[in-house]
Structures are given as C-alpha cells and as structure tokens.
C-alpha cells in the first residue's frame, strides 16, 4: 500500500525560498501515476499547488507558476517542492499526494502533510 | 479555467439524509470527472467518491454521488446520516492541465 510523508522546515522567512519534498514507500514513483502538491492555509480550503509526472512534465497551478519549481528523483522515490520569494500567505498545512492520470485527476493517496509557517 | 462552488456549510439530523452540490462555472461538469473527499480535523482528507459516482472499498454505500447537467453541478448525497460523518466535504475536478478544488462543505450533524 501507497505511503506518502512530507519533509521539511516548519519556519521560513518572508521572502526566502519554501523547499519540501514527499518520501514515497510502498509504490514506485515510475509507475503511471502524476504526483501532487496540494496545501491549505489555517481554517481554509485545499488549493491545489501541482502536480508532476516521473518523466519530469510538470502541471501548475497558474497563480503559483511564477514561484513554483517541482522536481523528481526517481532513484529515492521521491518529489519535490520549492516555492520562492515566500509572505505570509503561503503558510499553510501541505500536502502530497498521488493523483491517478489518463482523464481522472483523483487523488487517491495522501500524506499527513506537514505545517509550513512563514514567519520572521 | 473555471471554478467550483459549494456552500459554505449544511446541517441535518442523524438518521436523515443530505446533499451537498458543487456548481462549476466556466465550462461543463459533464466533460470531466468530479471526486469528493472527506476531511475530519486534524486529519487529511480521503476520497469518498471518484469519478463523479464511484465508491472506494471502505466507502459505505450512504455514500452517492451524481452529476445534473442542466445545472451544471455535482452532488453529494449522504444518507442515513450518522454522527460520524461530521466533516469538511470538498468536490475537486479539472480541465486540461488544471485541477480546482470547491471552497469546502462543513456538514454538521446535530
């Protein structure tokens, strides 16, 4: 069975770069399947961040694309997010997550997430 | 791209049952399929429908979801309400290389 954990700094200043990346266990990264950013600030709603494919073809949410950079390393099985020039409202509980592809967009998997706070 | 809307919350009693609708504006509900996810607090949201009407094992079949095109919306029905399903319900679907999530349902069952 699919497992999925968020890594990274809890505290990042305002204006420096956020960097997480998801550990998967349980499944091969390589095998069909897109893999998803997704995070929710306090008390709000889920806003999808982006999602990659093994191959390195990302899909980004336009809002974000500016500051966004994700990336995969297939020989750890894992993905990784780096949003840059960071404020206050990009703190947020987030979220990876495997999105099942070929005209479905389901994300079917998620980790527990992890609580990036933007601070100084 | 094109947004979805939920209301904000709804309420009903054990034993009865409820729906939650997701109205897609910029484009047609029917063209691409819509999940339902379920979050608790504290907790990470799960799925309790995919592909606008499909259950994952676990799911119990209280659980239903629809598609109405001449509304243009999707919907979540819950029967036979139980305490239990207290949660903060989100409809999600996409459009090409997007995927948007609805604002969020919080049902409370009183």
């Known amino acids: 069975q699919v497992q999925l954990q968020e890594s990274g700094p809890g505290l990042v200043k305002p204006s420096e770069t956020l960097f997480l990346t998801c550990n998967v266990s349980?499944?091969?990264?390589?095998?069909?399947?897109?893999w998803a950013w997704i995070r929710q600030s306090p008390g709000k709603g889920l806003e999808w961040i982006g999602s990659?494919?093994?191959?390195?073809?990302?899909f980004d949410n336009p809002v974000l694309k500016s500051r966004l950079t994700m990336s995969v390393d297939t020989t750890k099985n894992q993905f990784s997010l780096k949003i840059t020039s960071v404020t206050a409202a990009d703190t947020a509980m987030y979220y990876c997550?495997?999105?099942?592809?070929?005209?479905?967009?389901?994300?079917?998997?998620w980790g527990q997430g992890t609580l990036v706070t933007v601070s100084s | 791209n094109f947004l979805l809307t939920q209301p904000h919350s709804v309420s009903e009693s054990p034993g009865k049952t409820v729906t939650i609708s997701c109205t897609r504006s910029?484009?047609?509900?029917?063209?691409?399929?819509v999940q339902w996810y379920q979050q608790r607090p504290g907790s990470s949201p799960t799925t309790v429908i995919f592909?606008?009407?499909?259950?994952p094992s676990g799911v119990p079949d209280r659980f239903s979801g629809s598609i109405d095109s001449p509304s243009n919306s999707a919907s979540l029905t819950i029967s036979r309400l139980q305490t239990e399903d207290e949660a903060d319900y989100y409809c999600?679907?996409?459009?090409?290389?997007?995927?948007?999530f609805g604002g969020g349902t919080k049902l409370t069952v009183l």
């Open positions: 997550a495997r999105e099942a592809i070929f005209g479905v967009a389901h994300f079917d998997s």
């Open positions: 349980g499944y091969s990264i390589t095998r069909g399947y897109n």
């Open positions: 990659i494919y093994h191959s390195g073809r990302t």
């Open positions: 910029g484009g047609t509900i029917a063209s691409n399929y």
């Open positions: 592909e606008d009407n499909q259950r």
């Open positions: 999600q679907s996409y459009d090409g290389n997007i995927r948007v």
